[in-house]
């Protein structure tokens, strides 16, 4: 199973602000998202998880507000903003055209 530390750099950022591109989530349901999505091949810790949350609001690319989550508990939820939707469509670019070239030097032939 992947972990963050196996991702490339700067991965976890675009999955979050694609998650987030869907619904308004808190720390916990993103993570589910992630693992649910995946086929639970992508498990985030927490110790990845809110520090990458933490730098994205500091970037203004998500915004928080705190309130009740479904289990009526106090929980920080966190939304996409205008300036990370256009984040998310430059990572989103990006790893398109880095996830091409891995492929090319994946493929290969063999001598």
Known sequence: MSKPSDLV???????????LALEPL??????????????E??????????????????????SAEWRPSENNRRAKFYALT??????LDKETN???????AISHVVKLKEA
């Not at 808190?26 to 086929?39: A, D, E, F, P």
């Not at 810790?45 to 998500?62: N, T, V």
Request: aromatic share 6%; charged share 25%; hydrophobic share 35%.
């Open 9 to 19: 750099q700067g991965t976890l950022d675009l999955l979050i602000l694609k998650v």
């Open 26 to 39: 808190n720390g916990y349901s993103i993570s589910q998202r992630l693992k649910q999505v995946s086929r």
């Open 41 to 62: 091949v992508l498990r985030v810790s927490d110790g990845s998880l809110y520090p990458a949350l933490h730098k994205l609001e500091q970037e203004g690319w998500i």
């Open 82 to 87: 205008r300036l990370g939707r256009r984040q």
């Open 94 to 100: 990006n790893w398109h055209r880095l996830s091409a």
